[in-house]
């Protein structure tokens, strides 16, 4: 199967910047669409950024022109660069991978804690 660790995670001022990387391994063929969930305390997962293998990207309105998503395909690699953060961009940031094969599969990462400081 698929696996998938982010990473890029931590604390960080309004306005800042931080990069979150997902790495996949395991069974990497068929690799799709990946994106970027990100989930604050109380609220569902909600879509950050997507990205297709031919690098088409798709943005939620809360976070346009501030955070870019992109993929490295031989690194199997997606990554989201995320600047002028602010508070309420705080919450467990999820990586996404679609994979298919037999059947569609999605899997997903641990998650990795973003937070941001006012």
């Known amino acids: 199967q698929l696996q998938l660790v982010e990473s890029g995670g931590g604390l960080v001022q309004a306005g800042g910047s931080l990069r979150l990387s997902c790495a996949a391994s395991?069974?990497?063929?068929?690799?799709?669409?990946m994106g970027w969930y990100r989930q604050a305390p109380g609220e569902p997962r909600d879509l950050v950024a997507t990205?297709?293998?031919?690098?088409?990207?798709s943005y939620a309105d809360a976070v346009k022109g501030r955070f870019t998503i992109s993929r490295d395909n031989a690194k199997n690699t997606v990554y989201l660069q995320m600047n002028s953060l602010k508070p309420e961009d705080t919450a467990v940031y999820y990586c996404?991978?679609?994979?298919?094969?037999?059947?569609?599969?999605?899997?997903w990462g641990q998650g990795t804690q973003v937070t941001v400081s006012s």
């Open positions: 990205i297709t293998r031919g690098g088409s990207t």
């Open positions: 395991g069974s990497t063929f068929n690799i799709n669409a």
């Open positions: 996404n991978a679609e994979q298919w094969g037999l059947r569609r599969a999605d899997y």
